[in-house]
């Protein structure tokens, strides 16, 4: 088991910026390939970034290409998401799993609204 606890939304104004954190408990989560989703009212749950257990390689999905940053410490067991130039479509409940995500994984997520 991979405990993870995300933190760090709210609500900011269009143009604004975040850092969500994701806190994972035991060693093991230094070997996962960790990710970000996002789930909006109404929408499916969606890949948002990920990255590679050493921290070397990343990939983001094109909605957030170039404004987001994906991160981790893994002394700390925590990932990281930097959200720059947040847009109004970027409002959604933000998760972290493991990825390919496994269903057991899920936690209550951290709410980011964009509005002004």
């Known amino acids: 088991q991979v405990p993870l606890v995300e933190s760090g939304g709210g609500l900011v104004q269009p143009g604004g910026s975040l850092t969500l954190s994701c806190a994972a408990s035991?060693?093991?989560?230094?070997?996962?390939?960790m990710g970000w989703f996002r789930q909006a009212p109404g929408k499916e749950r969606e890949f948002v970034a990920t990255i590679m257990w050493s921290g070397g390689r990343t990939n983001y999905a094109n909605s957030v290409k170039g404004r987001f940053t994906i991160s981790r410490n893994n002394a700390k067991n925590t990932v990281y998401l930097q959200m720059n130039s947040l847009k109004p479509e970027d409002t959604a409940v933000y998760y972290c799993?493991?990825?390919?995500?496994?269903?057991?994984?899920w936690g209550q997520g951290t709410q980011v609204t964009v509005a002004s």
């Open positions: 799993n493991v990825n390919p995500p496994l269903a057991s994984y």
């Open positions: 035991g060693r093991a989560f230094r070997s996962y390939t």
